[in-house]
């Protein structure tokens, strides 16, 4: 068995002993958007939330409203049938 250092959560172990959750960032392509909902619906941190403006086609687009709690998981990107949205986890410098 190698050793190789496997993780299916987005928390990284901390010297403390304490977890911090990884950072992500969510891209959106406005003009894509059908206001469908998705994104919004399936993001299990309540990072989105469908904006009060319209985008060229007259839909309602989804917006990032807490940032921080980001993940970057990308269950808004793999639910979104349109691929106007993803989320992404940044690199931390270890």
């Known amino acids: 068995m190698d050793n190789q250092k496997a ?10 002993g ?6 992500g960032q969510v891209s959106i392509i406005i ?3 059908k206001g469908c909902g998705y994104c919004v619906e ?15 086609k007259g839909y309602h687009y989804p917006e990032v409203i807490h940032p921080e ?3 970057g998981c990308d269950l808004c ?12 986890r940044r690199r931390t410098k270890e």
Do not use: H, W
């Not at 304490?18 to 950072?23: E, G, L, S, V």
């Not at 399936?42 to 060229?56: I, K, Q, R, Y």
């Not at 990107?77 to 992404?88: L, R, S």
């Open 7 to 16: 993780t299916s959560t987005s928390e990284e172990r901390q010297p403390t």
């Open 18 to 23: 304490t977890r911090r959750k990884a950072p």
């Open 31 to 33: 003009e894509r958007c």
């Open 69 to 71: 709690k980001c993940s």
């Open 42 to 56: 399936f993001c299990p941190l309540g990072v989105l939330a469908m904006s009060s403006g319209f985008n060229s």
């Open 77 to 88: 990107g793999m639910y979104c049938p349109d691929f106007a949205i993803c989320g992404v």
